[in-house]
């Protein structure tokens, strides 16, 4: 069929690890190989920014921010958008002294 267009909701929500990386490795894959444009609606903020390169944030089902995806993890413009991506966890440096 060849579609230049893919809405994807929440593809990989209930998938093993191992499967949500084939899966978007392949959403990767024909994004490059075939031009494909995909809408990939996930709560997942690690795998959108992997996967992305601009992002829509909706709060309460309004759209309050859009960008590049850099721009909207360097420099939120929205409060809603900054407790967002503050909630992402962090992987803590161990200091083995």
Do not use: W
Not at 7 to 33: C, G, H, R, T, Y
Not at 52 to 66: H, Q
Not at 72 to 78: G, H, L, T, V
Not at 83 to 90: A, H, Q, V
């Amino acid at each position: 069929m060849n579609p230049k267009f893919i809405i994807a909701d929440e593809p990989i929500a209930s998938l093993d690890v191992s499967m949500q990386a084939q899966i978007v490795n392949l959403f990767k894959k024909l994004k490059k190989e075939e031009k494909l444009t995909c809408l990939f609606i996930a709560h997942d903020l690690s795998m959108v920014r992997y996967i992305s390169d601009r992002i829509g944030v909706m709060n309460k089902g309004k759209l309050v921010e859009v960008g590049k995806t850099e721009d909207i993890y360097n420099n939120p413009k929205e409060e809603y958008t900054k407790l967002l991506i503050n909630s992402i966890p962090k992987i803590k440096k161990i200091n083995r002294a």
